[in-house]
């Protein structure tokens, strides 16, 4: 079955370090998704990516980039982890006219 | 993934119950509409979806009802079970890719 996978499921880092999570889909979906969840502020936007080689910077991209080379990858870097970072990170993907399907999530805690 | 937490609104019911849970959006511009479902650890999962030209949709136990006028999204779910015990997102967008979601309603349901 298709799925969507994300890497690691947990990480701890420290202020500063640089720290790149992995989105994974099978699904073969041109777009691709990355948002933050916190507390009172549900799923916000953090980059997106219509295709390989487009990115597009969401409601709260500030800290953070991402990559599109192939299809199925769609990698979120932190340059430089701050404590405001500290969040729960999904991936998503669809296609047009087909509705999101998330990841599990990866819970980031910057030390 | 973890739900947004201690800060939703709760909406708690018993086992066979019908429940009913409600969203409001701001964008009179959106033109599509879904409900997600997000269970402890999980990641939102898709449940239904309506586009602006409708003002109901039914699934397998599902209903969700559109109000343009007020800019009023319910999510109704018939006969509701242990496992309907989630946090319930709504999202709504101008076409299918830039989702816009609340920050959610928590479902508690007793046996």
């Known amino acids: 079955d298709a799925e969507i996978t994300q890497s690691p499921r947990h990480k701890i880092t420290e202020t500063g370090r640089q720290v790149t999570l992995a989105c994974h889909q099978t699904?073969?979906?041109?777009?691709m998704f990355w948002y933050r969840q916190d507390l009172g502020h549900g799923l916000r936007l953090i980059h997106y990516?219509?295709?390989?080689?487009?990115?597009n910077k969401g409601e709260v991209s500030d800290g953070y980039s991402v990559s599109r080379s192939n299809t199925e990858d769609l990698p979120l870097t932190l340059e430089s982890a701050a404590s405001s970072q500290t969040s729960v990170y999904f991936c998503?993907?669809?296609?047009?006219?087909?509705?999101?399907?998330f990841g599990n999530g990866t819970r980031l805690t910057v030390t | 993934g973890e739900s947004v937490g201690l800060h939703l609104p709760t909406l708690s019911v018993q086992e066979g119950d019908n429940s009913i849970i409600n969203c409001a959006y701001s964008n009179s511009a959106s033109d599509y509409f879904i409900w997600y479902k997000q269970e402890s650890g999980k990641g939102p999962q898709f449940i239904i979806d309506?586009?602006?030209?409708?003002d109901k949709r039914q699934g397998q136990r599902v209903t969700v009802l559109l109000n343009k006028t007020v800019k009023h999204l319910s999510l109704q779910i018939a006969a509701t079970q242990p496992g309907d015990s989630a946090v319930y997102f709504c999202a709504d967008a101008r076409g299918f890719q830039k989702l816009v979601f609340g920050t959610g309603t928590r479902l508690l349901v007793s046996p």
């Open positions: 309506i586009r602006s030209n409708m």
């Open positions: 998503a993907s669809n296609s047009l006219n087909s509705p999101l399907h």
């Open positions: 699904w073969n979906h041109n777009n």
């Open positions: 990516s219509y295709g390989v080689h487009d990115t």
